[in-house]
């Protein structure tokens, strides 16, 4: 069983810039959430993803945005990057759609991104 | 007032002590609590879960609930210097959705 897995792990950009961060979900699991986490904070929910379908939302603009393939893999994008955006991005995959306990998250190790 | 509201840290402990640590949130409608564990530089990893009040046990963590006063909190036993790292309270309103509200997280300093 593999765990979830994201790319790149680190990245550098300039302001303005466009960023596609990706992650596959642990074997089993059709829900992938994301997750900015400043730092010295927790993490924050962007959104999920549930059978493809954006399924929840945080407070998060629209030049954030994802999507979630057949295979349950996901990608997260950042259009107009600006130098708040530096931060640990997380993916976080589970079982959704089901009781309660299903839906605890296995993060991936996080992609780490720099905007100058 | 934050949603979710950790101790203000950091915290240290000596080994095998018992380290307490607290976590208040807002929302009474919050189902599921969860305590997640952060090394540094490191994603967080799911120590426990908690959705009833009382107490629940996991070897050396227990999680205590208690939704009349909106706090959850987690105890660590017979502490360990690798047990040091950064300590997260999550909370989820809706069980069918796996959005977790974080707090800001807590630092654990468990001294040799």
């Known amino acids: 069983e593999t765990g979830v897995t994201q790319s790149p792990t680190h990245l550098i950009k300039t302001r303005g810039q466009q960023v596609t961060l990706r992650c596959s979900s642990q074997?089993?699991?059709?829900?992938v959430s994301w997750y900015q986490q400043a730092l010295g904070q927790g993490p924050q929910f962007i959104f999920q993803?549930?059978?493809?379908?954006?399924?929840g939302r945080g407070n998060f603009p629209p030049r954030f945005s994802g999507l979630q393939f057949p295979n349950y893999s996901s990608e997260l994008n950042v259009n107009a990057l600006e130098l708040d955006d530096s931060a640990l991005y997380l993916c976080?995959?589970?079982?959704?759609?089901?009781?309660?306990?299903?839906?605890?998250?296995?993060f991936g190790a996080g992609s780490r991104l720099t905007v100058l | 007032q934050k949603e979710v509201e950790q101790n203000s840290g950091p915290l240290s402990v000596p080994e095998g002590a018992i380290a307490s640590l607290n976590c208040t949130y807002s929302?009474?409608?919050?189902?599921?609590f969860f305590w997640y564990r952060q090394y540094s530089g490191k994603s967080p990893e799911l120590i426990m879960f908690?959705?009833?009040?009382g107490d629940k046990e996991d070897g050396r963590f227990t999680a205590q609930l208690n939704k009349a006063s909106q706090y959850v909190s987690l105890l660590i036993r017979d502490s360990q210097p690798s047990d040091s790292a950064t300590y997260l309270c999550a909370v989820n309103r809706d069980g069918a959705n796996s959005k977790l509200t974080f707090g800001k997280g807590i630092t654990l300093s468990v001294r040799p």
């Open positions: 993803y549930y059978r493809e379908e954006e399924n």
């Open positions: 074997s089993g699991h059709n829900t």
């Open positions: 929302d009474r409608g919050s189902q599921s």
């Open positions: 908690i959705y009833s009040n």
């Open positions: 976080a995959s589970s079982l959704g759609g089901g009781p309660r306990v299903a839906n605890v998250l296995t």
